[in-house]
């Protein structure tokens, strides 16, 4: 058994917009008693979700799952304005945990469409994130993934189009495609990024952190987007990197022959999920704990609340 150190992110887990939907449904179940419904994961890690579900939380893939008067939180993933019209019409009393940073890029998609504009979304498709801010707004809304999609992309007039960012990705993820889009639509209007600055915050930190550790575990599930792309950054940087849901995923011989190993957690996991993570490699030789010097994030969201209730239309 070798011996090595760990070395911890900061920040690392947790972001302002998680807390804030996972308190949104705690306090929806304490105010109102459950069962409470929730539209999707809630955010992204399956132990959260068991967690709630444990204290009366149901999560339903549709809509039509929910009971009339039931109450039903929508993800901090943002929903459509389709969802929000079929949740009316079925009668459920809603309460919207999306992130105030995903509402942000959503009001920004209807100033540019009801300015004219076609909008690109950078994202990924299928995303619930994208797929909500594609549905903020009826026709003239289109999904880039790729930079050739980028380039085979048509527009009816190529001096009103503009562009926003999914929040999760980082940044080597859209520069490329921008590059593309201004290059054929020299008018495009947009932001630098809509990258949220949880992600930038833990992705800055992992940079910093693969200079450091010879192999990084990214503690976060596998349909965590921020958290692929913090295992992204950290293979980019030329560190060996595992996304593990905990730590009963390590292998012991990723271990071999390292001297260092870092850790981090993508913004949906929760920090005891690194506790166990850090005791399961004292048992094969770890040592010394360095916490990383990082950023300081003070922001904090208040929980959401329950919209006014109107039947069904």
């Known amino acids: 058994m070798n011996s090595f150190n760990i070395i911890l992110a900061s920040p690392r887990g947790f972001c302002a917009g998680v807390e804030r939907a996972i308190e949104t ?10 069962p409470v419904y929730v539209l999707h994961e809630i955010v992204h890690n399956k132990h959260v979700l068991q967690e709630l579900e444990k204290l009366g939380a149901i999560f339903v893939e549709e809509l039509d799952e929910i ?10 993933h943002g929903v459509s304005v389709a969802v929000e019209q079929r949740a009316s019409e079925l009668g459920l009393r809603t309460i919207d945990a999306t992130c105030p940073l995903v509402g942000s890029v959503h009001h920004m998609v209807e100033r540019y469409y009801a300015e004219g504009y076609d909008v690109i979304i950078i994202g990924h498709h299928k995303h619930p994130e994208v797929e909500g801010t594609a549905g903020r707004v009826e026709g003239k809304v289109h999904v880039i993934s790729t930079e050739e999609e980028a380039r085979q992309f048509e527009v009816e007039n190529s001096t009103r ?51 450091e550790a010879d192999l990084i ?5 596998k349909n965590s987007s921020n958290s692929n792309r913090l295992r992204e950054v950290a293979l980019k940087a030329g560190t060996e990197a595992y996304l593990i849901d905990d730590w009963t995923d390590i292998e012991p011989g990723w271990l071999t022959g390292v001297k260092s190993v870092g850790i981090t957690a993508g913004a949906s996991a929760p920090e005891r999920l690194v506790e166990g993570v850090i005791n399961c490699l004292k048992q094969h030789g770890a040592n010394e704990i360095i916490t990383m010097e990082g950023l300081k994030e003070n922001i904090h969201f208040k929980p959401a609340e329950l919209q006014p209730y109107h039947k069904g239309v």
């Open 161 to 211: 189009v503009a562009f926003v960012t999914q929040t999760t990705l980082s940044k080597t993820d859209i520069t490329g495609i921008k590059n593309i889009l201004r290059e054929r639509f020299p008018l495009l209007r947009g932001p630098k990024s809509n990258i949220c600055f949880a992600t930038e915050n833990r992705q800055n930190a992992v940079k910093k952190l693969a200079t």
């Open 217 to 221: 575990f990214v503690v976060g599930s």
């Open 67 to 76: 009971p009339s008067g039931g109450i039903c939180i929508f993800s901090a």
């Open 25 to 34: 449904v705690r306090q929806a179940i304490a105010d109102h008693g459950k």
